[in-house]
Each structure stands twice: as C-alpha cells, then as structure tokens.
C-alpha cells in the first residue's frame, strides 16, 4: 500500500520500521517540528524525524494541519492509507477524509479504556491487570472510532510505565503489519458505550508521593510515573525519585525506612524501593544509590 506515516516520539519508531520492512510504500512521513533540546538548546529532530531521514523518506512536519494548503499538500499525495500512532496534532476531517481509505490509529489501551493522552501511566496507576494495542479506524472523536484489531497483554506485578511502553511498541508495530494484510476481511467493532475512561495527561503535581496512602497505592503511583516524571519525595532535605518498586511486609511510621532493602512503611504496607534517581544524578538501583547515598532504618522521607 502506499502510506502516509504520522508518529513523533520513540514509541512510533518501531512501525515506521515495520511498515517499510513489510514492503510498503511511505508517501510521506508527518511528525511535530524539531524543538530546542539539550545545553545548547539547538533544535533537535523528533525520533520519528531522525529515523525517516535514515531511512530515506520525506520528511514534513508542520505546525497545524488545519490550513487549507497543508491540507491540499496531504491530499495530493494520493495515499491508500494513513498510519496514525502519538503522532500529537489533531486531525481536521479534511485529513481523515484524504487516505482512500481513511486513517488507522495504533492505541496502546483496550478501548474504549483508557481513551487520551496517557493510557499506559493510567493503566499502571489504576492496577488494571491488563492492557494491549487497538488498532482503530479513525475519526473526528477522541479515540472513539471503531476498532479493527485488538490485542491484549498482562501487566507484570513490578512492570514499570517504561517496561510496559517498550513492549506496547512492540506489539504495535507487528499488530498493524498484520492489520493492514487482512484489511479487506476486517469486520469495525464498534466502542461501546459502557466502561469509557479517559487517561489524562499526567500532571508533575501528582509525583510527590504521600506516604499515608496504602502501599499498594504508592507502589502503582512509583512504577506509572517511571521514568517520567518521576514520583519523588524528600529525604535528608534533598528530593529523591523512585524509579521502580514492589509490595513488601512491614509496618512503622509514615515515609520510614524499616530494613537495609529500604522496605518504606506506608499508610497500610509497604514498598521496597528498588531504583532512585538524586537531584542531578543518573538513575541507579538500590545497591549503587546507598553507596553513594547511605540510608539506615529509622531514617524517613
């Protein structure tokens, strides 16, 4: 087929990847503009960018696609199809309407589950025991087309947002490989209507942790919010990220350390913090933070 490609960050990579490896045709690849990255605040490609201009492919990333003239440009590429996935602009009905075909979006949730911006964070952070890729005809809503294929997956009991995200890219890229083969035969399934959420885009104001709330609470909170942005607390007048967790036995004061693993006794339970990230530090585990950072039971975020 000949497709037109719009993804931005590192999760839309792998299909790109796929799309050209299957032997389709990419049109055109659209991907939100360079923006200023690093010390030199230079503006840098986005990850989709830089890998289409590795692979030979034309590269357009435009502001907005309302303007009638990016809309006459899309149009007048005469693709079969558009692939969808975090590319980040809404589409205008022009744009949805152009591919001969339409556009498919590729969705990291079990919709209608988890409709928006942050379905993999929410999905940990609820304690949902699954999640999976769609892949959905699109339209004018917010994520409320019909879905094509479907694909479910476990969440693991200490998987972490960035685990969860590298496997969900994964499973886009085969998924929509196998989507595309077997249009023709594909029956839309309508969302239905029942058990509708929307993953809101994460706010900083929910990373500091509140030790009063259960562990399990807390454990979700610290494994939905890796790596980015990272649920924090203070400890020693210094703020600390916790970057992976699991439930663990204990009980004791709010925030306190109960062991030499830093088991942290919460409201009900609680959590054995297995990476940490100090204020301009890298990440660590556990073993290497307390050697530069020591803690000893008794102490207390």
């Known amino acids: 087929m000949r497709i037109i490609f719009m993804g931005t960050p590192d999760f839309s990579v792998p299909v790109l990847e796929a799309l050209v490896e299957a032997g389709h045709e990419i049109a055109a690849v659209y991907c939100q503009p360079p ?31 309302k303007t009638p003239e990016v809309q006459v440009e899309f149009a007048a590429l005469g693709a079969d199809i558009a692939v969808v996935v975090a590319y980040g602009l809404i589409l205008p009905q022009a744009i949805l309407d152009a591919p001969a075909q339409g556009c498919l979006n590729i969705h990291a949730s079990l919709l209608p589950r988890w409709r928006g911006a942050a379905p993999i964070h929410r999905a940990i952070m609820a304690g949902d025991a699954e999640t999976g890729i769609c892949i959905m005809q699109m339209e004018a809503g917010l994520d409320t087309g019909p879905v094509l294929l479907r694909q479910a997956t476990g969440i693991g009991a200490e998987e972490t947002t960035a685990q969860l995200h590298d496997r969900l890219m994964q499973m886009g890229a085969k998924l929509i490989v196998t989507a595309i083969e077997q249009l023709p035969d594909l029956m839309p399934e309508e969302q239905p209507e029942q058990g509708v959420t929307y993953a809101s885009k994460i706010d900083k104001a929910e990373a500091r942790i509140d030790w009063s709330r259960p562990a399990v609470e807390v454990d979700r909170q610290i494994r939905g ?15 600390v990220k916790l970057l992976a967790s699991k439930l663990a036995e204990g009980q004791g004061n709010l925030g306190e350390v109960l062991d030499e693993n830093l088991t942290i006794a919460c409201g009900t339970g609680a959590v054995e913090l297995l990476r940490l990230q100090r204020a301009g530090k890298g990440a660590q585990d556990r073993e290497i933070f307390l050697r530069g950072f020591p803690m000893k039971p008794g102490d207390c975020f």
């Open 225 to 239: 919010l890796s790596p980015f942005p990272g649920a924090w607390s203070e400890v020693g007048g210094q703020r």
């Open 35 to 65: 923006r200023p990255a690093g010390r030199g605040k230079k503006d840098r490609p986005t990850p989709v960018h830089a890998r289409a201009v590795e692979l030979g492919l034309a590269v357009r990333h435009p502001v907005s696609l």
